[in-house]
């Protein structure tokens, strides 16, 4: 099996989903295979309404992944429950050491500015912690974030809007955070 870069997302309407597919761009920029996967709602009038036909990701998705893209619509400031729902499933992977040393990376969309998106961003890395991961920003190398009124920051790659398309600042951050994290992922711990 080759090393690949998992990008892992929850989308209802459609923006977290187009900021996936950017990241998953820059990704294979980098170098490197990805695996676009998503989660299941947890109710089906959500399921019905969710957008993307993705493969759902598996345990053994994320635990052989050499980095994580992990990416959610705000949720009154925290990722969205079927995205922690299935990251709390994950437990055995944290016994185990599965993600120990592996780069990681978040990205989130929200209807507006004031939606939460830093908070959002915060709460995706902790579990990541948890597990060991290496987690990445956006550095201010990045022209984007120093003139940007868009999604984005240094805590990860974001869209602001009520319709999935990416303003150009926010498609240039979310294909330079993929191809950061694919980067990062082909180096190996010694």
């Known amino acids: 099996m080759s090393a690949y870069v998992l990008v892992l997302y929850y989308s209802r309407h459609g923006a977290t989903r187009e900021l996936a597919r950017r990241i998953a761009r820059g990704v294979e920029a980098g170098g490197m295979a990805v695996r676009l996967r998503s989660v299941p709602a947890l109710s089906a009038e ?9 493969l759902h990701c598996s345990l053994d998705d994320l635990a052989g992944c050499a980095g994580l893209a992990l990416g959610s619509p705000t949720r ?3 990722m969205a429950a079927p995205l922690k729902a299935f990251l709390e499933s994950s437990s055995s992977l944290w016994l185990q050491g599965a993600l120990i040393d592996k780069p ?12 939460g ?4 961003l915060l709460s995706m ?3 990541l912690l948890h597990h060991g991961m290496l987690i990445l920003g956006l550095p201010y190398d990045q022209p984007a974030l120093l ?4 999604g984005g920051g240094p ?3 974001g869209h602001i809007g009520d319709r999935p398309r990416l303003s150009a600042d926010e498609a240039r951050l979310a294909h ?3 191809l950061r994290l694919a980067r990062w992922a082909q180096v190996r711990p010694s």
């Open 46 to 54: 959500a399921d019905a309404s969710a957008e993307g036909k993705d």
């Open 76 to 78: 009154f400031g925290t």
């Open 104 to 115: 990681a990376v978040v990205f989130t969309s929200s209807q507006s500015a004031h939606g």
């Open 117 to 120: 998106q830093e908070a959002t």
């Open 125 to 127: 890395m902790l579990p």
């Open 147 to 150: 003139h940007s009124h868009d």
């Open 155 to 157: 805590y990860g790659a």
């Open 176 to 178: 330079a955070l993929g």
